[in-house]
């Protein structure tokens, strides 16, 4: 994606990737720890933590194939597919936590930290 720039703008957009990838991992990791603990039950937090560690196993089972299916074969198109479908994905989270957190105070799960 770089083809065509000099060195430096290519290094330069490396690092802003790295700093970006990294800031967004940190905030993906703390949000997602403590939607899990937050939402669930106190008698099933092993449960949901069990299920929110499912999500992991299954990006690592899917993505290798996915990623393989789109950006390689695909190219570059496939690229902006798959930055779609993670800005999408992204775009759909806080709906889905603010409709967890009515569902959980709807159930008197509310109060908990």
């Not at 899990?36 to 196993?57: D, E, I, K, N, R």
């Not at 299954?58 to 993505?63: F, R």
């Amino acid at each position: 994606m770089t083809s065509g720039v000099p060195a430096w703008v290519a290094a330069v957009l490396l690092v802003a990737a790295v700093v970006v990838h990294t800031l967004g991992e940190l905030w993906h990791a703390a949000g997602g720890f403590e939607v899990s603990f937050a939402f669930a039950p106190p008698h099933a937090t092993g449960q949901y933590l069990g299920v929110f560690g499912l999500g992991a196993g299954l990006a690592e089972a899917v993505g290798p194939g996915l990623l393989i299916g789109l950006c390689i074969t695909w190219g570059r198109p496939g690229w902006y597919v798959v930055g779609a479908l993670l800005a999408a994905a992204g775009a759909l989270v806080p709906w889905a936590v603010r409709d967890a957190g009515r569902m959980s105070q709807a159930a008197g799960l509310s109060g908990r930290s």
